[in-house]
Structures are given as structure tokens and as C-alpha cells.
């Protein structure tokens, strides 16, 4: 059985592939907030889940699988709970690195942070550690907007996230 926390290794390991970067698993579990322990124990999941592959002595995420998980499984798996109002950073459709057609919501879709940029309804993302990983990685923050844009997503919505996420995810 899958855990939250496995979907975003799942999207570090995409994440990393996609700019070429080669982190060490002390690297890696560090830029996403997670144990080792944690890594090591996900990426066995991910692997048994076929959403994880080991190809030259190296992990990477399966392209194909990674898709219907993110565009059908993880809205399911992991629905939105709103939980507030205050400052966080932008998410969903208010992300600022999301470019569609969409108008994003308003109050703007936040998770909770102290210092974030703006401020709107709270929602939990799918995993505690997913502000700090964001803030990390430009494309990982990119990714897991959309995934909240699908998570919360009426059909319209729905349509257009995927469209995204699936040339985001193509790209690679």
C-alpha cells in the first residue's frame, strides 16, 4: 500500500531525471524532508507499484505509470481537506508557475506557511513535507500544483490539469 509520502519521492525521482540531476539518497531524502528509512522503504513500495523502475543502477520514475497516477489515482487516494485561512504559498491554479486558461480561485488555494507569498484558503497537501520540497525544486512545485488542481478539480478543471501535467510529464 502506497503512502503520501511515496508520491512525492515518486515526483523527486521525476523531477530529478528531467534536469539531469544524480542526488545520493542522503541528498535526496534531505531536499524532500523525508528519513532515509522512509526513502529506502518508499522507493521499495514505488517499485512493487511498478511506478518506479531500476534501470543502470539507478531509480527512475515510469513516465506512463507516473501519469495515471497522478491524473487518476492521487485524487482519490489523497482528497483535499481545506483547513483555514491565512498566508501560504500559492497552489492549484493561483500557482504562479501554472500557465493556462484557467482563472485562478479566489480567495487564492494556499498551503500553510508562516511567510508565504499570499493569502487564501489552506489546504494540506498530500504530504507535511511537500512546502519544503517545493521550495527546493521549481519543477517539483510545478508538478505538485497540478496535482492539487486535480485533486480539487471539477470537470472543466480536471480536463485542463491533465492536458497540463501531461505535456509536463512528456517533456522529459
Not at 523531477?15 to 528509512?37: K, P
Request: with cysteine; glycine share 6%; proline share 5%.
Amino acid at each position: 500500500m502506497l503512502k503520501p509520502q511515496d508520491t512525492l519521492l515518486l515526483l523527486k525521482y521525476w523531477s530529478m531525471r528531467r534536469s539531469g540531476l544524480h542526488l545520493s539518497l542522503r541528498d535526496l531524502q534531505e531536499s524532500i524532508g523525508i528519513s532515509a528509512s522512509e526513502a529506502s522503504k518508499g522507493a521499495k513500495r514505488l517499485l512493487a507499484a511498478k511506478l518506479l523502475v531500476e534501470r543502470d543502477k539507478g531509480l527512475f520514475a515510469e513516465q506512463g505509470a507516473l501519469l495515471e497516477w497522478l491524473s487518476y489515482g492521487v485524487r482519490y487516494a489523497y482528497p483535499v481537506e481545506k483547513s483555514g485561512f491565512g498566508r501560504g504559498m500559492p497552489t492549484a491554479w493561483n500557482c504562479n508557475l501554472v500557465i493556462s486558461e484557467m482563472l485562478p480561485p479566489s480567495p487564492p488555494i494556499v498551503w500553510e506557511q508562516a511567510r508565504g507569498s499570499a493569502e487564501g484558503v489552506y489546504i494540506k497537501p498530500i504530504y507535511s513535507s511537500v512546502l519544503l520540497a517545493a521550495s527546493k525544486d521549481e519543477q517539483l512545485y510545478l508538478v505538485l500544483a497540478l496535482v492539487d488542481a486535480i485533486r480539487m478539480g471539477k470537470p472543466r478543471e480536471l480536463s485542463i490539469a491533465r492536458t497540463l501535467l501531461e505535456r509536463l510529464v512528456k517533456e522529459t
